[in-house]
């Protein structure tokens, strides 16, 4: 019943801003968490960050913290994710989950999946 729908990435220079896009269809968010992870090639799923629908409380890895802003527009059941000072380490497909109740930083955890998509930064 719920689908979500990643889109916004691409190729970016180092130093530049990205903002992805997560759009939710099905019903609406309350109650829920949703969190944003990444994937490198050969590499385990990361915890980016995680916003909390009802109260905007948001959670940030300290890898990205100070860079990224997460933020959702009630209206239209979408979450983003703004990059900004990128850096070659983060380039991954990027992917946006949902669950009930708290944000979480396992992968493990979440219910609802988008497909994903690539983040790549040149140098």
């Known amino acids: 019943q719920v689908q979500l729908v990643e889109s916004g990435g691409g190729l970016v220079q180092a130093g530049g801003s990205l903002r992805l896009s997560c759009a939710a269809s099905?019903?609406?968010?309350?109650?829920?968490?949703m969190g944003w992870f990444r994937q490198a090639p050969g590499k385990e799923r990361e915890f980016v960050g995680g916003?909390?629908?009802?109260?905007?409380?948001?959670y940030y890895a300290d890898s990205v913290k100070g860079r990224f802003t997460i933020s959702k527009d009630n209206a239209k059941n979408t979450v983003y994710l703004e990059m900004n000072s990128l850096r070659p380490e983060d380039a991954a497909v990027y992917y946006c989950?949902?669950?009930?109740?708290?944000?979480?930083?396992?992968?493990?955890?979440?219910?609802?999946w988008g497909q994903g998509t690539q983040v790549t930064v040149s140098s």
């Open positions: 916003i909390h629908w009802n109260s905007g409380r948001t």
């Open positions: 989950a949902a669950r009930l109740f708290a944000v979480a930083i396992v992968s493990t955890q979440y219910k609802y």
């Open positions: 099905g019903r609406t968010f309350s109650g829920y968490a």
